[in-house]
């Protein structure tokens, strides 16, 4: 397991997440840990991986720079492992010291994406952190994190908890920006992965990204939307640099 501050920081803007916890909006700190790590699955049946590229290709029609879901209900019932590789997350998540009721009782899902743009998920998921597990082989990609100079590569067993608002993107690997047309049909690079979404109050998760809360409480009392915030203004993040965009 790796838990390191950021390699170095490309910039130093200042990243506020406000967020809905029950009826309330709180603000938050935007974590520039990264916990990595690999643990031991087994290679999925090859027929459960031949269902996931016919839903990749033909449902998902899944475009490169795109993640969506792919139907955990009926690739666990393909899937003799599952629970094995459900109990490698719980123990590595043990080795933290995290009590293994947090991710039993977390939301899971089975995602894929043919790369991923630079986005971060903080205007639908500040509430969370989130916890992958990736499946697939090494197809020399990276998970990208681009403030913090986080890389880590992507490969069957790669683990990897970040903060929603932390910006991040799937890239080929050692390079840095997002291009679409690296990711074209017929090359073989869709990653298939477990995401737990954790509650980012949890004492456990709050302590191991560093997160400081109620950091703006008197903007977070103004709002009614998730959203993260760049120096205190709203900002977007460009899809391909990783850049934000002001305004």
């Given amino acids: 397991?790796?838990?390191?501050?950021?390699?170095?920081?490309?910039?130093?803007?200042?990243?506020?997440?406000?967020?809905?916890?029950?009826?309330?909006?709180?603000?938050r700190s935007v974590s520039d840990v990264v916990l990595s790590g690999r643990v031991d699955v087994p290679v999925p049946p090859a027929r459960l991986v031949a269902d996931w590229e016919r839903e990749v290709s033909s449902r998902l029609a899944l475009e490169p720079g795109d993640v969506e879901p792919l139907p955990l209900a009926r690739a666990r019932a393909r899937w003799p492992d599952y629970?094995?590789?459900?109990?490698?997350?719980?123990?590595?998540?043990?080795?933290?010291g995290w009590p293994e009721a947090l991710l039993a009782s977390s939301e899971v899902a089975l995602m894929a994406?043919?790369?991923?743009?630079?986005?971060?998920?903080?205007?639908?998921?500040?509430?969370?952190?989130?916890?992958?597990?990736?499946?697939?082989?090494?197809r020399q990609l990276d998970a990208h994190f681009p403030l913090t100079g986080h890389r880590i590569p992507l490969a069957r067993g790669t683990v990897l908890v970040f903060d929603t608002g932390q910006p991040h993107a799937v890239v080929e690997r050692g390079r840095s920006g997002f291009d679409a047309a690296r990711f074209a049909p017929g090359r073989d690079c869709t990653q298939v992965f477990l995401s737990w979404e954790l509650p980012i109050e949890d004492a456990h998760v709050g302590r191991a990204l560093r997160i400081a809360f109620d950091?703006?409480?008197?903007?977070?009392?103004?709002?009614?939307?998730?959203?993260?915030?760049?120096?205190?203004?709203?900002a977007s993040l460009c899809p391909e640099s990783g850049r934000w965009r002001r305004g």
Avoid: K
């Fill in 113 to 138: 994406c043919r790369g991923a743009r630079y986005h971060h998920d903080g205007a639908q998921y500040g509430g969370a952190a989130f916890c992958n597990l990736f499946l697939s082989e090494d």
């Fill in 83 to 96: 629970r094995r590789c459900v109990q490698s997350m719980s123990d590595w998540t043990r080795t933290i």
């Fill in 1 to 27: 397991m790796s838990l390191s501050p950021p390699p170095h920081r490309v910039r130093e803007d200042r990243l506020v997440s406000y967020f809905l916890s029950g009826d309330a909006m709180r603000s």
């Fill in 215 to 234: 950091v703006d409480a008197p903007t977070a009392s103004q709002l009614d939307e998730e959203q993260v915030r760049v120096n205190g203004e709203p």
